[in-house]
T-cell receptor
């Protein structure tokens, strides 16, 4: 079946611009996660959605970062006023619920110039 | 706080040799532990997971890992390396406070012929 998909695969933006990254989880998965992978910091948790519960935003690095999940499916991660340190690969993952393993998408490589 | 330490950022082996990738964790409660593999320009793929059942866990592609509570370790092994095993490997523990994963820094495995 279809896996987790993310778009765009690559995004180059100028410092100060806003960007939106999209994640389509595996159909039926109720849990959705965003992670960031960068050379300096490795893989870091950003935000977690589980069903209709309030999201766990404890990993968001600043208030420039936000995410939403519409209809319990597609999620969008928004970064406002991008900075060069935001350059990284943003990975999305989904699972049946928190007890099950997470399946990762291919990621969006964000470059802020 | 939970943490994961992967010893050795880069491991090189010859084809047919034993693969040993080291992972130590810190957790005040029984952990859920995972090994993921990442091939170039791809997302993470689950190799295996430990969820408090058998301490020796078998995964895909001939990999296995043994949970040793006394050593707080979860090392990944494969008896005989293949060229196709060259990739980056991540050890992870599921967060106590939530369900997101805490990842180690990763180990790059190189396999030479």
């Amino acid at each position: 079946g279809a896996g987790v998909s993310q778009s765009p695969s690559n995004k180059v933006t100028e410092k100060g611009k806003d960007v939106e990254l999209r994640c389509d989880p595996i159909s039926g998965h109720t849990a959705l996660y965003w992670y960031r992978q960068s050379l300096g910091q490795g893989l870091e948790f950003l935000i977690y959605f589980q069903g209709n519960s309030a999201p766990d935003k404890s990993g968001l690095p600043s208030d420039r970062f936000s995410a939403e999940r519409t209809g319990g499916s597609v999620s969008t991660l928004t970064i406002q006023r991008t900075q060069q340190e935001d350059s990284a690969v943003y990975l999305c993952a989904s699972s049946w619920d928190y007890t099950y393993e997470q399946y990762f998408g291919p990621g969006t490589r964000l470059t802020v110039t | 706080a939970q943490s994961v330490t992967q010893l050795g950022s880069h491991v090189s082996v010859s084809e047919g040799a034993l693969v040993l990738l080291r992972c130590n964790y810190s957790s005040s409660v029984p952990p859920y532990l995972f090994w993921y593999v990442q091939y170039p320009n791809q997302g993470l793929q689950l190799l295996l997971k430990y969820t408090s059942a058998a301490t020796l866990v078998k995964g895909i592609n001939g990999f296995e890992a043994e949970f040793k509570k006394s050593e707080t370790s979860f090392h990944l092994t494969k008896p005989s390396a293949h060229m196709s095993d060259a990739a980056e490997y991540f050890c992870a523990v599921r967060r106590q406070a939530g369900t997101a994963l805490i990842f180690g820094k990763g180990t790059t495995l190189s396999v030479s012929s």
